[in-house]
């Protein structure tokens, strides 16, 4: 009978009703329900409160409206005291984020990207034991991150950008969260340094921390801390940051990263020969600053992983385009437009633009055999 059910699996199925209330039927036994990608209109029930059973809810990708019922995670009645994974994402959901998260002690991943939630982070948030995934980028929320964030100790990940209405900085009970795989702070309007605690935070391989106000080291440079953080092993992106400086040699300690995005920080100097020590690399970009010099040909051939390069918009940087950023058979798109490079561009790429169909934008006044007169400027 219908007390049997487990599980609802509906997604992509267009079925653009509202969530029905009889779902609580299924309340001795419902355990998944899956209605994502339906563009599914109306708001969010709150008699589903009374889904005690219910460990997964997944309404992702519809066009639901209104706030998050506070029913579903009280701390009195019959509540949704067994959710553990929730996934409202790309939806209409408005409201400030409820004080009650904080006490939803069953909640595990919580994903309410792209919504329209407004107001701060709840301080009462920081206080659930259970959450490990806290995802609430592309909103529009206000306010600071409080220093309770520090109490996250198992929290997974933290993906709260892009919210460019936020600000303050970043606190330094951030290195209290050790546990920690993936920050995501792009477009949050922060400001300030980075705190040297983040060294602490050893379980981190992704940082995102593009398009923010962040300043340098002692008033210029990349702050050096990011350099001994080598359990880093996926994405570092600073890029859109006023770090300025030059591009400090440590940061050829984090072999393990496969992104390295350095656009947009007002850089100077030279490209250091130890960024090929990242040869684990698959996109770096270099794009926008001040870069000066010649680019280091063994970049390239240590860099035998590297798809996409982007040194465009550095009017200074001099010399011939090395062979060697042909090496790479995975090579699909380099830039190096409005730069003062020389010469040739070498047949090793013209072979990759052949094999690869690699997209190549370089200055027009390159001699270059490969190169259509829409990829050059």
């Not at 595990?108 to 959450?131: A, H, Y």
């Not at 990349?222 to 770090?243: C, E, F, H, Q």
């Not at 040739?344 to 997209?359: F, K, S, W």
């Amino acid at each position: 009978g219908n007390n049997m059910v487990l599980s609802i699996v509906a997604n992509r199925r267009e079925l653009v009703t509202p969530l029905l209330d009889e779902f609580v039927l299924l309340k001795s036994s419902l355990e998944i329900l899956n209605l994502a990608a339906n563009d599914i209109p109306g708001t969010l029930p709150s008699v589903y409160a009374q889904l005690t059973k219910l460990k997964g809810l997944y309404l992702w990708s519809n066009e639901l409206t209104g706030a998050l019922p506070t029913e579903w995670m009280g701390s009195t009645g019959e509540t949704m005291k067994s959710l553990s994974d929730l996934e409202v994402w790309g939806n209409k959901l408005s409201g400030t984020l409820p004080t009650e998260l904080g006490i939803w002690n069953s909640l595990e991943r919580f994903d309410m990207d792209q919504n329209e939630f407004t107001g701060s982070l709840p301080v009462e948030l920081f206080n659930n034991p259970t959450l490990c995934y806290f995802i609430v980028g592309n909103n529009d929320l206000t306010g600071t991150i409080p220093s309770e964030v520090g109490k996250f100790v198992i929290l997974k990940d933290f993906l709260i950008g892009p919210n460019p209405k936020m600000s303050g900085t970043l606190p330094t009970e951030v290195g209290l969260m050790t546990e920690l795989g993936s920050l995501d702070l792009e477009r949050c309007n922060l400001s300030g340094t980075l705190p040297t605690e983040v060294r602490q935070m050893t379980g981190l391989y992704n940082i995102y921390l593009q398009d923010n106000q962040f300043a340098g080291d002692n008033g210029g440079g990349i702050p050096t801390v990011l350099s001994l953080m080598t359990n880093l092993a996926g994405s570092v992106d600073l890029s859109g940051n006023p770090w300025g400086g030059t591009i400090h040699t440590e940061l050829g300690r984090l072999r393990r990263i496969y992104w390295l995005g350095l656009g947009n920080i007002n850089a100077t100097g030279t490209i250091p020969t130890q960024l090929g020590f990242l040869t684990n690399l698959l996109d770096i970009g270099l794009e926008n600053n001040n870069l000066v010099g010649t680019i280091p040909p063994i970049l390239g051939s240590k860099w035998t992983s590297l798809k996409y390069v982007d040194i465009s918009n550095n009017p200074a940087i001099s010399g011939t385009l090395p062979s060697e950023l042909g090496i790479s058979p995975l090579l699909e798109s380099l830039h190096a437009t409005n730069t003062g490079l020389t010469g040739a561009v070498p047949a090793e790429l013209c072979q990759r633009v052949a094999t690869n169909g690699t997209e190549l934008q370089v200055n027009c006044d390159l001699n270059c055999t490969c190169c259509e007169d829409f990829y050059c400027f």
